[in-house]
């Protein structure tokens, strides 16, 4: 089940980064002769419109395409300025203007700005690249789950089989109780080798329990519990992958609560809202990474701290404000309101998270 998960998370994750990119090509072209290193066609190779210019009018693809490697080359730093130049004109935008930014992508100026969700798989690849060089990631060197607990059964359980033997026949109401006692700590020892939940008293007579009531379904919970009390570390690489691959479903899951912040208001429909959180998510993830090089290389506590504090909440009046075109008072509602909400969405997501690494 777990790698049905992973599969439809990469297969999803590569689907929107392939739709953020550009659309693939519609039609096999049949082979076609060169010359000087172009192509002759008289019909589009992309769709097989026939051409009427230097661009087909059906799909828009260049005609008379190259084939050399110099114009390859030309192609890669004409791509890479381009995109550069769109990024340079979107993230000041983004940090300073998000409400402008994502009014004017809303109402059509597409062309000058990279594209909301290229932006947010940007953001997202970069961010767990960061992570990885910062050293923000899930640790391997976690002793197995329930060893400590082990332990302490195993040396509680040996104190009382040593009581037992010195005891004999004296007293048989001890010796009972010194029984129970036993059997119950074998029990524990059982539970916390299968990954169940376990109860008991170690030598000092302190109690000793783990209970986990994550999702509150039986079956999900034990499955969870069982991965990991038997591998923690592989449990937390599995939840940071899993965040990784799956992060594109807190668009859908944000969309509805931000609709219910507008939902009498029929100019915004539900493509503003995801054009939003989308925008939202990417500046968050940028965030992210600017604060874990700011904690790796040494910044003042008081620095970031008022970063975390203070960015997220006045970005999100501010992208408030401009996109939906709001009054101070209502972008202040709505902004306590969506940090409920926001709330809400990361529980949601983290159960999602759960659920995936439960099978």
Same mark, same amino acid.
């Given at each position: 089940?777990?790698?049905?998960?992973? *599969?439809?998370?990469?297969?999803?994750?590569? =689907?929107?980064? @392939?739709? #953020?990119?550009?659309?693939?090509?519609? %039609?096999?072209? +049949?082979?076609?002769?060169?010359?000087?290193?172009?192509?002759?066609?008289?019909?589009?190779?992309?769709?097989?419109?026939?051409?009427?210019?230097?661009?087909?009018?059906?799909?828009?693809?260049?005609?008379?395409?190259?084939?050399?490697?110099?114009?390859?080359?030309?192609?890669?730093?004409?791509?890479?300025?381009?995109?550069?130049?769109?990024?340079?004109?979107?993230?000041?935008?983004?940090?300073?203007?998000?409400?402008?930014?994502?009014?004017?992508?809303?109402?059509?100026?597409?062309?000058?700005?990279?594209?909301?969700?290229?932006?947010?798989?940007?953001?997202?690849?970069?961010?767990?690249?960061?992570?990885?060089?910062?050293?923000?990631? *899930?640790?391997?060197?976690?002793?197995?789950? =329930?060893?400590? @607990?082990? #332990?302490?059964?195993?040396?509680?359980? %040996?104190?009382? +089989?040593?009581?037992?033997?010195?005891?004999?026949?004296?007293?048989?109401?001890?010796?009972?109780?010194?029984?129970?006692?036993?059997?119950?700590?074998?029990?524990?020892?059982?539970?916390?080798?299968?990954?169940?939940?376990?109860?008991?008293?170690?030598?000092?007579?302190?109690?000793?329990?783990?209970?986990?009531?994550?999702?509150?379904?039986?079956?999900?919970?034990?499955?969870?519990?069982?991965?990991?009390?038997?591998?923690?570390?592989?449990?937390?690489?599995?939840?940071?992958?899993?965040?990784?691959?799956?992060?594109?479903?807190?668009?859908?899951?944000?969309?509805?609560?931000?609709?219910?912040?507008?939902?009498?208001?029929?100019?915004?429909?539900?493509?503003?809202?995801?054009?939003?959180?989308?925008?939202?998510? #990417?500046?968050?993830?940028?965030?992210?990474?600017?604060?874990?090089?700011?904690?790796?290389?040494?910044?003042?506590?008081?620095?970031?701290?008022?970063?975390?504090?203070?960015?997220?909440?006045?970005?999100?009046?501010?992208?408030?404000?401009?996109?939906?075109?709001?009054?101070?008072?209502?972008?202040?509602?709505?902004?306590?309101?969506?940090?409920?909400?926001?709330?809400?969405?990361?529980?949601?997501?983290?159960?999602?998270?759960?659920?995936?690494?439960?099978?």
């Amino acid at each position: 089940m777990s790698e049905i998960g992973d *599969a439809f998370g990469t297969a999803v994750e590569g =689907g929107l980064f @392939a739709k #953020a990119v550009g659309k693939s090509s519609q %039609a096999q072209p +049949e082979h076609r002769e060169l010359e000087d290193g172009h192509f002759t066609e008289g019909a589009c190779l992309n769709c097989g419109t026939e051409l009427i210019g230097s661009h087909c009018h059906s799909c828009g693809q260049k005609a008379h395409l190259h084939r050399t490697l110099g114009a390859f080359m030309h192609d890669l730093l004409h791509g890479a300025h381009h995109f550069e130049g769109k990024t340079w004109k979107t993230l000041p935008m983004l940090a300073f203007k998000p409400g402008e930014l994502t009014r004017r992508y809303i109402e059509g100026e597409r062309k000058r700005f990279v594209s909301p969700m290229a932006l947010f798989l940007f953001s997202i690849f970069l961010m767990f690249a960061v992570f990885q060089v910062v050293g923000l990631t *899930a640790p391997s060197d976690i002793d197995q789950a =329930g060893f400590s @607990a082990r #332990a302490k059964a195993v040396e509680a359980k %040996a104190a009382l +089989e040593q009581e037992r033997g010195a005891l004999g026949d004296s007293n048989p109401e001890r010796l009972a109780e010194i029984d129970d006692q036993i059997d119950g700590l074998a029990t524990a020892i059982e539970a916390i080798d299968a990954g169940e939940n376990y109860a008991f008293r170690d030598k000092e007579g302190n109690r000793q329990s783990q209970s986990i009531n994550l999702t509150g379904i039986d079956l999900i919970d034990q499955g969870i519990v069982k991965k990991w009390r038997s591998n923690p570390g592989l449990m937390l690489y599995k939840l940071q992958a899993n965040s990784y691959k799956f992060s594109w479903l807190l668009i859908p899951l944000s969309v509805p609560f931000v609709w219910l912040l507008f939902f009498w208001k029929r100019r915004f429909g539900a493509y503003d809202h995801a054009i939003f959180v989308t925008y939202s998510i #990417a500046f968050m993830s940028l965030l992210f990474i600017v604060i874990s090089v700011l904690v790796k290389i040494g910044a003042p506590e008081w620095l970031y701290g008022t970063m975390i504090a203070f960015v997220p909440p006045i970005h999100i009046y501010k992208q408030l404000r401009g996109a939906y075109d709001l009054r101070r008072r209502s972008a202040i509602w709505r902004l306590t309101v969506l940090m409920v909400f926001i709330n809400i969405v990361a529980v949601l997501f983290l159960q999602l998270l759960l659920l995936l690494g439960a099978f």
